[in-house]
C-alpha cells in the first residue's frame, strides 16, 4: 500500500521567513495530494490540495509543488506570520472516491514573532 | 465551519468500563473515519465507513468497534477500556466523491486510569 514520508518533524521559523515542508510518497498511481492544517485543539482542516495532472498551485501565501517522476511534493508557506503555528499533515491517496486518505506523520511549525 | 461534531470533548474513565465515543454530521457525507491520534501527532486510521452498514478496519488495529445505521452518526464503542487506549480520537467525513475535503470534528481526548 501506499507509504507517505514527511520532513522535517518540527519546523522553527522567523516570523516573515518561508516555510518549506517535504513529502514522498511510495505508490506512483497517487493521484491526490492534499496538506491539513490542524491547531491547538482542533481538528486538521484541508489548506490546499493538488492533484497530479497539475506541478503547482498556490493560494495567497501558500504553495504546493509535485513532482511525480521523483514522487514527492511540498508546501511553501511566505511571509509566516504567528497564527501560521500548528501542525501540518501531508496525504496521497490512490483514488480518493474509494480509498482512504495515507498520511504523513506531521510536521509541527513553529513561527517566532 | 465544518459540521461534525463529537462527544464528549474529554473523558476520563475507569479500566474495564464500556464506552462509547459519538460522532455525528449533519452534511449528508457518506463517508466517515475514526483516527487515532497519538501524542507524537501521527494520526492513525482505525475504522473508516463508506455508507450504512458499511464498515471496514484501518491500517491499525484497534480493540474498538464501530456501527453505521444512520448515514449521520457513527460511534465508536470500546467494549472495555484499557490504558493503551488512552489517546486523540478524531472523526471525519467527506462525500462520496473523488477527491473532495474531509472535515474533522474536535476530537475526544480519552484518558484510561
Known amino acids: 500500500g501506499e507509504n507517505v514520508e514527511q520532513h522535517p518533524s518540527t519546523l522553527s521559523v522567523q516570523e516573515g521567513d518561508s516555510a518549506v515542508i517535504k513529502c514522498t510518497y511510495s505508490?506512483?498511481?497517487?493521484?491526490?495530494f492534499p496538506w491539513y492544517k490542524q491547531e491547538l485543539g482542533k481538528g486538521p482542516q484541508l489548506i490546499i490540495d493538488i492533484r497530479s495532472n497539475v506541478g503547482e498551485k498556490k493560494d495567497q501565501r501558500i504553495a504546493v509543488t509535485l513532482n511525480k517522476t521523483a514522487k514527492h511534493f511540498s508546501l511553501h508557506i511566505t511571509e509566516t506570520q504567528p497564527e501560521d503555528s500548528a501542525v501540518y499533515f501531508c496525504?496521497?491517496?490512490?483514488?480518493?472516491?474509494?480509498?482512504?486518505?495515507?498520511f504523513g506523520k506531521g510536521t509541527r511549525l513553529s513561527v517566532i514573532a | 465551519e465544518a459540521d461534525i461534531y463529537q462527544t464528549p470533548r474529554y473523558l476520563v474513565i475507569g479500566t474495564g468500563k464500556k464506552i462509547t465515543l459519538e460522532c455525528s454530521q449533519t452534511?449528508?457525507?457518506?463517508?466517515m473515519y475514526w483516527y487515532q491520534q497519538d501524542p507524537g501527532m501521527e494520526l492513525h486510521l482505525i475504522h473508516y465507513?463508506?455508507?450504512?452498514?458499511?464498515?471496514e478496519k484501518g491500517d491499525l488495529s484497534s480493540e474498538s468497534t464501530v456501527s453505521r445505521i444512520r448515514t449521520e452518526h457513527f460511534p465508536l464503542t470500546l467494549e472495555s477500556a484499557r490504558p493503551s487506549h488512552t489517546s486523540q480520537y478524531l472523526c471525519?467525513?467527506?462525500?462520496?466523491?473523488?477527491?473532495?475535503?474531509?472535515?474533522f470534528g474536535q476530537g475526544t481526548r480519552l484518558t484510561v486510569v
Open positions: 465507513s463508506y455508507g450504512v452498514n458499511s464498515t
Open positions: 505508490d506512483s498511481a497517487s493521484n491526490y
Open positions: 452534511m449528508g457525507h457518506d463517508k
Open positions: 471525519a467525513s467527506s462525500e462520496y466523491v473523488s477527491g473532495t475535503e474531509a472535515f
Open positions: 496525504a496521497a491517496s490512490l483514488d480518493p472516491g474509494n480509498t482512504p486518505l495515507v
